[in-house]
Structures are given as structure tokens and as C-alpha cells.
């Protein structure tokens, strides 16, 4: 009798160092939910004992749900997958867009040698009397161009920097476009031409134009590319 009570005495202390030396997960698993079935057929009463239908859908339930973590896990696997060649693919993008000019919202911009400044107005109802006024770096009006009429919505336009057959310098150029509306001069907003110098990719995998003169901007927030 007292040896088999100090064996089942050890044999619990053994259960219970076993499960405290185990890490212990908060996920019901496989193994776990079996050891459970098994001690409820144990411990059910004999003369009333549960019906074999009843365990048959506890393990389908339990099949069904294990089935779907499975599904979400694989699932989560691909979308983070798709995501990553999403953001090399955009990365990859960007990068031939190096060199190239791009048209982004700005009201200034640099006139190279013999370049030219090419720019977009934004127009929210029609006019007959549309302009745009240049200032040179020294705040200086070099250039007033009278485009006249325009519809509503995006007014392109380009300025090479040619004033009466003079070449202005090369340099930084700021543009005002105003409407009249009803007699009054309402400014306009503009978005011009810019050089991309290069391109970011951040932490987060957001690829950026680092954009000259302006600095970095999302490919989103591009409106052309020339």
C-alpha cells in the first residue's frame, strides 16, 4: 500500500515537473486536445457513457479549425511574400526613373542651359483670362505669359526662358498663375518639372523620388513623368 502510494506520489511529482519544466502555450494543439478526449472517456460516467457521435464531432470541429490556422498561416506566408516582390517592383521602377523629369506639385524650378521648364495649372472653373507671372532667385519679375482662355481642370504649359530672343541665366524660377473670376485675380495652384537625383526605399518599404529641389516625394504624389 505505502509503495504504491509513494509511486503514484512520485508519479505526479514527475507529471508536475514535466509540465513546470515545459514551456507552456496558450494554443490548444493536437496532441493537447486528444489528451483532453482521452481523459473525458476515461472519467464519463459508465452507466450513462457519451455517444461516439458526440467525439466524432468534437475531432471534425477540431480538424476544421487546425484546417483553417493552417489556411491563415499559408495565406499570411503569400500576402507577405506578394508584398515584398511588390515593393522590389516598385523599387525597381523607380530606379529607371533617375535622370528623368518628373512633374510634381511645386510653384518653384530650375531653367538649365537652354532647357525648359514644363508645368501644369491647376484651373477649378472656366476662364477667359489666365496667366503666369515668373520670378527670378533675386524676386525680380522676369516673364509674364498671357495664356488667355482655359477650361476647368489641369492647364499645361512650358517656358524655356526666352525673352524677346534673350536667353535668361540658368537658375531657379518661381511661377505665380492666376484666373479671373468674376473681376477678381484668384492664384492658381501649379505643379512643375523637376530632375529625379535618385530614389529611397525606406524601413517600412516605401520607395520615394528624392526629387531636385524639392526633396523626397512618394510615387503617388508624381503627376507626370516627361
Do not use: C
Not at 504504491?4 to 502555450?25: F, N
Not at 472653373?125 to 509674364?144: H, R
Not at 492664384?187 to 524639392?214: E, I, K, P
Amino acid at each position: 500500500m505505502t509503495d504504491a502510494i509513494s509511486t503514484g506520489l512520485l508519479s505526479d511529482i514527475s507529471v508536475q515537473e514535466k509540465y513546470a519544466a515545459e514551456p507552456k502555450s496558450k494554443e490548444l494543439g493536437q496532441d493537447v486536445f486528444l489528451e483532453l478526449m482521452v481523459t473525458q472517456m476515461r472519467n464519463q460516467n459508465p452507466l450513462d457513457p457519451q455517444d461516439n457521435s458526440e467525439f466524432v464531432a468534437q475531432l471534425a470541429q477540431f480538424s476544421s479549425v487546425e484546417g483553417l490556422d493552417k489556411l491563415n498561416n499559408t495565406m499570411g506566408d503569400f500576402v507577405g511574400s506578394f508584398e515584398s516582390s511588390l515593393q522590389s517592383n516598385q523599387a525597381l521602377q523607380a530606379s529607371a526613373m533617375v535622370g528623368r523629369f518628373v512633374i510634381v506639385n511645386s510653384d518653384t524650378s530650375y531653367l538649365g542651359n537652354e532647357g525648359l521648364i514644363a508645368g501644369t495649372i491647376d484651373v477649378p472653373q472656366t476662364t477667359d483670362d489666365l496667366k503666369v507671372n515668373v520670378y527670378n532667385e533675386e524676386g525680380e519679375l522676369v516673364a509674364e505669359e498671357l495664356l488667355g482662355a482655359a477650361e476647368a481642370g489641369p492647364m499645361s504649359f512650358a517656358w524655356d526662358g526666352n525673352i524677346e530672343g534673350t536667353q535668361l541665366p540658368a537658375g531657379n524660377y518661381r511661377f505665380e498663375a492666376y484666373a479671373n473670376f468674376g473681376g477678381d485675380d484668384v492664384q492658381l495652384n501649379t505643379a512643375l518639372s523637376h530632375n529625379v537625383d535618385s530614389v529611397t526605399v525606406g524601413a517600412n518599404g516605401a520607395v520615394s523620388l528624392n526629387v531636385a529641389g524639392v526633396g523626397p516625394v512618394s510615387i503617388s504624389s508624381v503627376r507626370e513623368i516627361l
